[in-house]
C-alpha cells in the first residue's frame, strides 16, 4: 500500500525543510525520525546567509523569533569586515538548532504533513515505480510504499548505507568536547581563544543565562564515543585549558566528535536520493554542514514535485547532484582548510599573517565571503553575459505589480513555484509563458529597485536562482521554460 508519494527519513531541518518544500508541490509527504523526539542537542546556532535568504523565501524567518545577524566574518579565525563588501553576507547568529527545527515543525503542522516519530527505516528494495520501505515502528515491524526515498538522516545515515552509497573522505585525528551550560557564566570567547599546541576554547553566550563550550584539544580521544561522554571529562578538560572551574554548572547536555569528514559519491541513486549530512559530513564549524543542507532540500524539493507531479523535463532530477555535489565537494575542502587554519599550531601562524592581509582586500574578501554565505553559488543555467545568471534574484529587490501593489522578489517565491516576471517593456514576450502558467507565476510588475544591469524580464526557478534574463541570456526563453519546467501545457 502506497502510504505518500515521498517518505524523508530524518527531521532534523534538512528533512523538515525538504518535506515543507514537497508539499509546497502538491506531493503527498511523511517523515519517518526513529527518535521518539526531537533532540535537545543544538550543535548548529544559526546558518549562512543564503540559507536564510532559503528561508525568508518561503515566508519562514518570522517563525524563528529573535535573532540577530553577524557583521564580522572570520575565515579560520582570521576576521575581515562583512560590512565594507558590495552585499551583505552576515548570517544568523545565536539561533540554536531546536529552535529552527521547532519553526519547522510548526509549518508542517500547518502544512499538514505527518512527521512519525519512533520510526527507523531497516530496509528497502526499488522497484520500477517506486520503493518499498521497511521498518520498525511503536507497532512492531512494518512495510511502506512510495515512489522516492530520501535519506535526510545525517552522518553514518542509514539510507546510504542500505543504497550501497560509498563515500570519500577523512578519517578523525583529533577530538572535540561541546556542552551547553546553565549555572556559570565562563569569559566569553565566541569565535574561539587559541591556545599553544593547537588548543583552543569556545564560550559562546546564549541568553537566559545558558553557554556553548566547546573545547579543542588534540589530546582529546580522536574518536570519541559521544554516549560515554561525562559532563566531569568536559570541566576537567576546560579546566585544564582556561584555568576556569565550570563544575558547579548544570549541564543540558554534552557532546564529542572527531574531525572526520566524508562525501557521498552518489547523491541519487535510482529512486533513493541524499541531502544534508547524509551527502556531505564536516565536523561543527559556523553550521555550515546544516546551511548547505537547506539549500540541497531547496535545490531538492521542486525537482522531486516535479517528477511525482508528471512534467519534470528529462534529467531534471540528476541536476540535483550536478548542482550540489559539487557544493559538497567545497564544503569539505573549506572545512578542512578552516579548520587547519583555526586548529593548528604556531606553525600555521605564518599562513594566518598572510590570510590576515589577503583579507584586508576587497576583491578577496568577497570572494571568501561568497564562499561562506552561500552567496558566491552560480550554476550553470545557460550561457550569457547578465552577472546575474545562474545566480540567486536577491531577495530585496523591490517592485510594483501591476495593480500597484509593492513587492519583494523573496516574497514572490513563497508559492515554491517558478516566477517570471516582466516589466512593461517586455509584455509582449509574456504571452510565450501561458503554457508553463500551472507551474510558474507570470508577474508584470515596475522594478523599484533595478537589478545592475537592468532587466526587462526575468525567469526565476523555485529555488530562486536566475535561469534565463532578457536581455543577457544566449538562449530563448521558451528553450529555458523547457529546460526547467518541462512541456507547456
Known sequence: MRIADVMVVGAGPVGLMLAGELRLGGVDVVVFDKLTAPAEESRALGF?????????????????????????????????????????????LGLSQARTEAALLGWLADLGVPVRRGHEVTGFRQTPSGVEVSYTGPDGPGRADVAYLVGCDGAGSTVRGLAGIPVSGRESTRGMYTAEITGAAPRPRPIGERLPGGRMVVCTPLGDGRFRIVVHDPDLPARPDPAALTFEEVADAWE?????????AEPRWVWACGNSDALAAEYRRGRVFLAGDAAHEIPPLAAWGLSAGLQDAVN????????????????????????????????????????RLYLGDEAMDPVREVMGELLARKDAAEHIAGLLSGLGIRYDLGKGDHPLLGKRIPPD????????????????????????????????????????????????AAWETVPDPALDAVLVRPDGYIAWTGP??????????????GTAR
Open 397 to 444: 529587490l523591490r517592485l510594483t505589480l501591476s495593480d500597484g501593489t509593492p513587492a519583494r522578489t523573496a516574497d514572490l517565491l513563497h508559492t515554491a513555484r517558478g516566477l517570471l516576471i516582466t516589466t512593461p517593456a517586455a509584455e509582449h514576450i509574456a504571452h510565450r509563458a501561458a503554457g508553463w502558467a500551472d507551474r510558474v507565476d507570470l508577474i508584470t
Open 300 to 339: 531538492l524539493g521542486w525537482k522531486l514535485a516535479a517528477a511525482v507531479n508528471g512534467w519534470a523535463p528529462d534529467g531534471l532530477l540528476d541536476t540535483y547532484q550536478a548542482e550540489r555535489r559539487p557544493i559538497g565537494e567545497l564544503l569539505i575542502r573549506n572545512a578542512r582548510a578552516a579548520s
Open 240 to 248: 585544564r585549558l582556561t584555568g576556569e572551574s565550570i563544575r558547579h
Open 48 to 92: 549562512t546567509r543564503r540559507a536564510a535568504e532559503s528561508l525568508e523565501q518561503r515566508g519562514l524567518l518570522s517563525r524563528l523569533g529573535e535573532f540577530r545577524w553577524g557583521p564580522m566574518g572570520h575565515f579560520g579565525g582570521v576576521r575581515f569586515d562583512l560590512g565594507a563588501l558590495e552585499e551583505d553576507h552576515s548570517g544568523v
Open 472 to 485: 543577457g541570456s544566449d538562449h530563448d526563453l521558451t528553450e529555458a521554460l523547457q529546460t526547467w519546467f
